[in-house]
């Protein structure tokens, strides 16, 4: 480099404006070209040579000095540049810059951004670029796939041999492998709006495979490591077609969003699904077909990823240990992988598809497949037909994967991964990859299946006892376990075929259940569990379970205590396996107590009204001395209880009440008292005050102003005239050591505004979140008398957002519709809550309809 060279002046003004607009121009032309013909390597391929070609021309016009080279890296070094990537350059150097060249250099940049190319780059000699490249592997793998643009091409091959040079596969195999477990483990959690490069089975984890293979000098193309005998020209072509597809996505989604937007957001899910020719179906959405196609071409990817990964490690860094053990007389141990003892296993004995599963659950020491029985299984697994499922040997063998004492969920995941379970149980087949947007399930309905799978798992390992007690204990007495697998199997399996899929469902679980053998009492159960298992969940959260009949009526439908235990179980494991948001304590407390209740029903300990007022009674007394209550202490206050009171209490709340109100029952100081909730998260709330137009609605207020949740609403009316009210409340993010210190707080400033009868505020105008934006709730109103007709059951369904219970209060104070209980319950971004309400406007038919009405309206606002 000519070191006195004199600094370069930048292109003319008119030159940069034409530069810009001949850019813009081209980029147009080639978008229309793309939606006339979709074919998105064609279009990354001359997005490239677009811009290959635009920065020769500024670097020739900048008279850039000759001993420099111009290099693509990264992507655009791939030659895959998309729409809005960044156009990532390298400026290679003989030597460290002097300051002429310096500006030089910044002029360069400028004016590439001037003309609208937006650069990611980077000024290095080689010796600092390989010894970045040590250092980060991210930095290595953006200079493998280096491209020369301009300049000193001498220059280059000297960088190019310096970075072949220094090179280690084995290290860059080992260091991607991490870095991809890494990258899988941050991206775990956006299920919902996946990333098309960078989660499991994204773009990411083909180019991984190309990167550790140009390493090793095996090939830089599908064809290359087929000619390799790494994978065959049809399984070539197979990554081929899904690697298209998620690059027709990337592009359209760039196009769509003006900018770089690698996220299926659900902002363009719908319009992303019209672009690809879907429709809206009875059954199902556009978008929920179009993520369906994504999910299942992101599970191919990432099964060949895993299968290809193995097959590399095993040709760079092959294991020590080559001696072959037999275990039978098919497979044997290699290191600590199960391989086949020969090649066409599979083809020869197609049993040992699934024989290959037990073997995996009852050695213990096996860690894996080997790299070439995986192979072979991924092709094998296509024997799995009509014929295969038919074959006794092989019904035989799957149900010894499920009645194995460990590893259950551990093998029906490694079978769902290869493709094995959903060839074998072709109706899980069909719900792979199937998304729900019903706003609380966050995973596909096969993800969902297995969770609920290893959550029902988890409940029988000892050392993870402590976790659910209740959960444990039952499951450690429930004789034949895989009937509860197989109900977890199935309890979903029939979603999206329209109808009800419980019943549907229901039928698939006994057709399999016979055809397997089991027993005749077992099928049935399967079958009952699967028909029934909302119903434990819907008792719980949305009826009155303090109600006797309420319990006796869900006794019956249950009959015996295995079904109570077997139905709680898979209850409690559904619920867990659909978000990690929703399940509570609070949930897990209505569960238990029906559990418990039902439980001693059926064990033959009838209960009238009257039993159970005086038992709750006699249990609340025995807790008052414990507080050295006076003995007949309790008799005032409880005057002015009536039976309905004793009901919907518990005996804890019963006496929590008692003690804190026996002196003061004609207080005219509103009472407000906290306590950590008995359920184990947040808080439970007792108000006391002289009843008070929109009290509800005030209380609503209060929290919804602390962003507090309420679960459950108790609202009671004495027999002289004071509101005795209940709140469990929770603050979202379940900070449990701040509880302590708002006690205090929520004590006074609530009091105050009883005592005040502050105005309502008002109504909170909070943004929907973006999932209810794209995916709206239509609100349902539902009114109907209970089995007793002593009240109506409101039931509202809608999207959830701050402000909702206060609207739906308002909207009950106008009316003056008296509020009895309100439990609520709320599914990541759907509320679905039920309120036990009375009041002469529900015995106006033309009175209900306009209430139905305005109240439908609240919740769309």
């Not at 760079?316 to 001696?323: F, I, S």
């Not at 290893?454 to 034949?480: G, I, K, Q, W, Y």
């Not at 009536?642 to 109100?661: K, N, V």
């Not at 505020?761 to 929907?768: G, K």
Request: aromatic fraction near 8%.
């Amino acid at each position: 480099m000519d070191a006195s060279a004199a600094v370069a002046s930048p292109a003319p003004a008119s030159t940069l404006t034409h530069w810009k607009q001949r850019l813009a121009l081209e980029r147009e032309r080639l978008r229309t070209r793309f939606f006339e013909r979709p074919r998105p390597a064609e279009l990354l391929q001359r997005l490239r040579r677009l811009v290959d070609g635009q920065l020769r021309e500024v670097w020739k016009s900048h008279a850039m000095p000759s001993g420099l080279a111009l290099v693509a890296v990264g992507g655009y070094g791939r030659g895959a540049l998309y729409p809005y990537s960044d156009v990532d350059l390298l400026i290679l150097l003989p030597c460290a810059p002097d300051e002429h060249l310096e500006r030089q250099l910044q002029q360069l940049v400028g004016t590439l951004w001037d003309i609208g190319l937006e650069v990611g780059h980077s000024v290095r000699t080689i010796d600092q670029c390989l010894e970045l490249a040590e250092q980060d592997i991210t930095v290595q793998t953006t200079l493998l796939e280096s491209r020369f643009i301009a300049g000193n091409r001498a220059l280059f091959g000297q960088f190019e041999q310096a970075k072949s040079s220094a090179l280690d596969p084995q290290t860059f195999l080992e260091a991607k492998q991490l870095e991809q477990q890494q990258r899988h483990a941050r991206f775990q959690s956006t299920n919902l709006e996946p990333n098309i490069k960078e989660s499991a089975g994204g773009l990411r984890d083909l180019q991984t495979i190309l990167w550790i293979a140009r390493a090793a000098g095996i090939g830089k193309s599908w064809e290359e490591l087929a000619a390799h005998d790494l994978i065959t020209r049809a399984e070539a072509h197979e990554i081929q077609r899904h690697e298209r597809f998620l690059q027709t996505l990337r592009t359209r989604l760039h196009y769509l969003a003006s900018r770089r937007e690698d996220r299926l957001l659900f902002d363009h899910q719908s319009a992303l699904a019209l672009q690809m020719g879907l429709q809206d179906r009875s059954n199902r959405l556009a978008s929920e077909q179009l993520m369906q196609q994504y999910y299942r071409a992101a599970k191919a990817v990432a099964q060949l990823n895993t299968i290809l990964l193995q097959n590399l490690t095993a040709l760079v860094a092959p294991a020590q240990d080559r001696e072959f053990h037999p275990l039978n007389a098919r497979f044997g141990m290699r290191g600590e992988l199960l391989e086949a003892s020969s090649d066409d296993l599979y083809e020869r004995h197609p049993a040992a598809l699934l024989e290959t599963f037990v073997l995996l659950q009852q050695h213990h020491e096996l860690k894996g497949i080997s790299a070439g029985t995986l192979r072979a299984l991924w092709r094998g697994r296509r024997l799995i037909d009509d014929k295969f499922r038919r074959t006794a040997e092989h019904r035989d063998l799957f149900m010894r994967i499920l009645k194995s004492p460990s590893r259950v969920h551990r093998e029906l995941r490694r079978m769902n991964q290869y493709d094995v379970l959903g060839r074998y149980l072709p109706e899980f087949g069909r719900v792979v990859g199937q998304m729900q947007h019903d706003l609380y399930h966050v995973y596909t309905v096969d993800e969902h299946i297995l969770k609920v799978v290893r959550n029902l798992r988890r409940f029988a390992v000892p050392e993870l006892a402590h976790e659910f007690p209740l959960c444990s204990r039952l499951m450690t007495d429930f004789a034949r376990p895989e009937v509860l697998y197989l109900a977890g199997l199935f309890h979903d399996i029939a979603k999206g075929r329209g109808g009800d899929h419980s019943q549907l469902g229901a039928i698939d679980a006994l057709r399999f259940a016979r055809a397997h053998h089991v027993s005749s009492d077992d099928a049935s159960l399967v079958a009952w569990l699967v028909e029934n298992h909302l119903v434990m969940s819907a008792t719980a959260q949305k009826q009155d379970i303090s109600d006797p009949d309420v319990v006796r009526a869900f006794a019956d439908r249950v009959s015996d205590e295995r079904r109570l235990a077997a139905l709680y179980l898979l209850t409690v494991a559904d619920i867990r396996g659909t978000s990690p948001k929703v399940w509570n304590a609070w949930k897990a407390k209505l569960l238990e107590d029906l559990f418990h209740l039902t439980r001693w029903l059926l064990a033959g300990h009838g209960a009238t009204v009257e039993s159970s007022v005086h038992a709750r009674q006699e249990e609340a007394q025995a807790k008052l001395r414990l507080y050295a209550v006076p003995e007949q202490a309790h008799e005032k206050l409880w005057r002015q209880l009536d039976t309905a009171y004793f009901l919907r209490h518990d005996p804890q709340e019963i006496a929590w009440h008692t003690r804190l109100l026996y002196y003061r029952t004609d207080t005219r100081t509103p009472v407000v008292k906290a306590r950590l909730s008995p359920a184990g998260e947040g808080l439970q709330v007792m108000v006391y005050v002289e009843d008070q137009k929109e009290l509800f609605a005030r209380i609503c207020s209060f929290f919804e102003s602390m962003s507090y949740d309420i679960h459950e609403a108790k609202v009671y009316t004495t027999r002289n005239g004071y509101a005795l009210d209940t709140f469990q409340v929770q603050d979202p993010t379940n900070d449990r050591p701040r509880y302590r210190d708002i006690m205090s707080y929520i004590e006074y400033e609530l009091s105050e505004r009883l005592l005040h009868k502050s105005p309502l505020p008002s109504l909170l105008q909070a943004r929907l979140n973006r999932q209810l934006r794209h995916f709206p709730i239509s609100p349902e109103v539902n009114i109907q008398p209970d089995d007793r007709g002593t009240y109506q059951v409101l039931s509202v369904i809608a999207g959830d957002r701050p402000g909702l219970l206060s609207r739906i209060a308002r909207v009950l104070t106008a009316y003056d519709i008296n509020l009895h209980t309100a439990k609520i319950n709320t599914l990541g971004a759907r509320a679905e809550d039920v309120f036990l309400i009375t009041g002469s406007t529900l015995h106006d038919a033309k009175q209900v309809v306009r209430f139905e009405a305005d109240l439908v309206e609240q919740l769309r606002t």
